[in-house]
């Protein structure tokens, strides 16, 4: 079964950073669409980070030039690199890999940012 677990969730305070992990089993995302999601109480899950197969990214507008998504093949695992925190960044993060037009989802991980 493919199983993606999310690692890297914390408390910190607005300006800190932060890394998540996405490790991946099951299978291997060498040349998968993969993301990074959030979903903040009350709100729609959003994509925040994607990686495209080929490697090519694009990000939220509310994120852009602070996070930044990558991947190694070898270690079979997803990165998000956040920084520059802010109290809106506050949700549960997904991790999200796509294979043949299927979705899969890991459990998420809590990032919590104190003003």
């Known amino acids: 079964q493919v199983q993606l677990v999310e690692s890297g969730g914390g408390l910190v305070q607005t300006g800190g950073s932060l890394r998540l992990s996405c490790a991946a089993s099951?299978?291997?995302?060498?040349?998968?669409?993969m993301g990074w999601y959030r979903q903040a109480p009350g709100k729609q899950r959003e994509l925040v980070a994607g990686i495209s197969s080929g490697d090519s990214t694009n990000y939220a507008d509310s994120v852009k030039g602070r996070f930044t998504i990558s991947r190694s093949n070898a270690k079979n695992t997803l990165y998000l690199q956040m920084n520059s925190l802010k109290p809106e960044d506050t949700a549960v993060y997904y991790c999200?890999?796509?294979?043949?037009?299927?979705?899969?989802w890991g459990q998420g991980t809590q990032v919590t940012v104190s003003s």
């Open positions: 999200n890999l796509e294979i043949a037009y299927t979705h899969y």
């Open positions: 099951g299978t291997i995302f060498s040349r998968k669409n």
